[in-house]
């Protein structure tokens, strides 16, 4: 049975439906190195059994950001700055910051350091594909 998380940013402008079977301490945590989740304090989580929508109720408060490979857009509200998750841009796929939960699940996992750098371009997608959560477009 899926269970729901709602998030968002902090002005309530971005927002998340996450939609898993697994308990918060089932959820997988990663504290990606890269400087821009280290910047944000980042923690990701996805459930490639579960689903993601994300949306901004002012789409132009929205700023989509996109570094490295390009190979992602993350969603970052420009009202408060908070960055929410990450949608691929080749397939429809995202991840959550799970900072942006809302309340923070108390009983997260640590989370696991993780370096992409390094990867090709194909091996990104298909770790993409594997792990991270199938987008559903409306919540």
């Known amino acids: 049975m899926s269970i729901e998380y709602r998030g968002g940013c902090h002005c309530g402008n971005v927002r998340a439906l996450y939609r898993t ?56 509200c420009r009202a408060c700055g908070v960055y929410v998750g990450a949608v691929m841009r080749a397939a429809p796929f995202a991840i959550l910051n799970a900072r942006a939960v809302q309340p923070i699940p108390a009983d997260l996992p640590p989370p696991a350091t993780v370096r992409y750098e390094g990867e090709s371009m194909a091996e990104r997608s ?14």
Not at 126 to 139: D, E, F, I, K, V
């Open 21 to 76: 079977s697994l308990r918060p301490s089932e959820w997988s945590v990663r504290a990606c190195q890269c400087t821009f989740c280290r910047a944000h304090g980042a923690l990701s989580t996805s459930d490639p059994h579960g689903s993601l929508a994300l949306w901004a109720d002012d789409e132009g408060l929205l700023q989509l950001y996109a570094f490295g490979t390009s190979s992602a857009d993350f969603w970052i």
């Open 126 to 139: 298909a770790r993409r594909a594997q792990r991270w959560t199938p987008l559903r477009h409306t919540p």
